[in-house]
C-alpha cells in the first residue's frame, strides 16, 4: 500500500513523523518513580510533544537570621549542587525510563528559596516562514545586540509573548484540554 502524503504527518527529510504516546499519565508515574525523601512536596512537571521538565522544590539551607542576601544565594546554589550530584544516577535511571515510556526527552530543575535552575533542557529546532516586516523584526533585534542570532531573537520574542500573555496562554490550554476530554467521551472512529 503507498502512503500519500496527506494520510501520516509528515516530518523532517519527507519521511513519517510518528508523534510521541499520551502522557496523560506521566504526572502520576513520575510522582510514584521519584524518592520521597528528594523534594518538598509533589514535583511541578511540564510535558510538551518533545520533553518532560520535572522541577522539585528542596528544603531551604539554615542560614543564621542575619545572613546577607548573597550569603543566602550561594547557599541556595550549594545546595542546588549538591542535589544535583548526588541525585545524577537516579534521575538519569528515571530520564531513561521515562524516554522510553514517553518518548519524549526528560530535563530536570530544582527551586530553593528564589532560586530556580533547570539542568541541561531540551531545544527543539522550529522552522517558520517570516515576512520581510517580521525578518526586519529579528534583525533590529541583532543589530541591536540584543540577540546575537536571527534564532535567538526569534526565542527572546516567544519568551516576551509568554511573559505578557499568560493569562490568555493559560486560558487557551485549559479549553484545549476541555475539547481534548469531550472527544474522549466522544464515539471511537
Sequence with gaps: ??????????????GPRSEPPPADDATAWIGGALPETWFQGPAEV?????????????????LAEDA???????????????????????????AQQLERRYRRKVAWGVQVGETRE???????????????AERQVLD?????????????ALAWCVALVGQHADTWLTELRSAME????????????
Design 68 to 94: 546577607s542576601d548573597a550569603d543566602k544565594a550561594a547557599a541556595e546554589q550549594g545546595r542546588i549542587a549538591g542535589f544535583r550530584e548526588t541525585t545524577r544516577d537516579q534521575r538519569i535511571g528515571i
Design 118 to 132: 533547570l539542568f541541561t533542557t531540551h531545544s527543539a529546532p522550529v522552522m517558520t516562514r517570516l515576512r520581510q
Design 1 to 14: 500500500m503507498m502512503m500519500r502524503r496527506g494520510d501520516v504527518p509528515w516530518g523532517r527529510g519527507g
Design 46 to 62: 511540564s510535558i510538551d510533544r518533545d520533553e518532560i521538565l520535572i522541577v522539585g522544590r528542596l528544603s531551604a539551607p539554615n
Design 140 to 152: 533590529t533585534l541583532v543589530d541591536s545586540g540584543v540577540a546575537r542570532s536571527r534564532s535567538e
Design 178 to 189: 476541555s475539547v481534548d476530554e469531550l472527544r474522549k467521551r466522544g464515539p471511537a472512529v
